[in-house]
């Protein structure tokens, strides 16, 4: 295979968590895939075909059924002279933003429901939920945001990424773990960070907020990771667990992520993931090679 990007059916299942049957079947019966054929008569697969299997399993995963879903995916896209995107990421932030901001909890699932409809997964992530949190972290570091509204705004976030979640355990690819720091209860951005690597096909053992070391460690062991990943906002809950976390280092290939993980006090055998979490999946995803 020498043309780049393009992928046969295994790794397309790995990437993408659907069996090559399944996979095989959707082309079939619904046209999804659209595959060309090397020299040698094998069937390629494009980002294309990867994308719209992620979207068929979305729309799936939403109570869908099949010949439906498929149907969503497959529609063309809308023509260019109409006026632009029918969904613009910063228009659907601001929209989330003020739903939110006032308290409107249909407003809200409204425009996650035309978001999740009509953008990526990772453009949702990436361009609405991601920076609504960054934004509403400096509302409240700026006294602008209420108790009731980040708990609010965290509430709805919280139940819409764990209902996308679901099942993100399944599949054949690469299995990770994801924790928060002890006494850590900030837990969206990992949520966050788990979906765009479900996404591309990785297995996700979620652990969730404030899990003590210990716990990471067995439950590490027990599933035998690729990698680990321990997330905190401050840096100060990696520094409080240096040894705890030397110790896990020393066993599993060990990340560190969240805005904390800039400022934390770690050695080399550590990776240190501060960046976007859609970004940082892909990261990973090309640098899962074992050690």
Known sequence: MNEPGLLRIGE??????????????????????????????????????????????????QGLAAAEAASLVTLPPPDSDTGGPLHAPAATLADLDEALSSFDESGAQEV??????????????????????????????????????????????????LGLARGWDRGFGPRIVLACAPGEQHDLGLIAFGLALRARGWRIVYLGADTPLTSVEDASRASDPVFVVVSAVNADNFRAHRAE????????????????ASGADTDGDVMVLAGDPVEEAERLTRDQAPR
């Open 12 to 61: 397309l299942s790995r990437r993408s968590g659907v069996s090559p049957e399944l996979l095989r079947a959707w082309e079939r019966r619904y046209r999804l895939l659209r595959p060309t054929r090397s020299p040698g008569g094998l069937r390629l697969y494009s980002q294309d075909d990867l994308e719209r299997v992620r979207v068929m399993q979305h729309h799936l995963a």
């Open 245 to 260: 976390l030397d110790r896990l280092a020393a066993g599993f290939r060990l990340c560190i992520g969240g805005a904390g």
């Open 112 to 161: 996650l429901d035309s978001a999740l409809a009509g953008l990526t997964l990772d453009t949702t992530l990436a361009d609405v939920v991601v920076p609504f949190l960054r934004e509403l972290g400096k509302r409240w570091e700026r006294g602008e945001a209420s108790i009731a509204q980040e708990h609010f705004a965290s509430s709805i976030l919280r139940g819409r990424l």
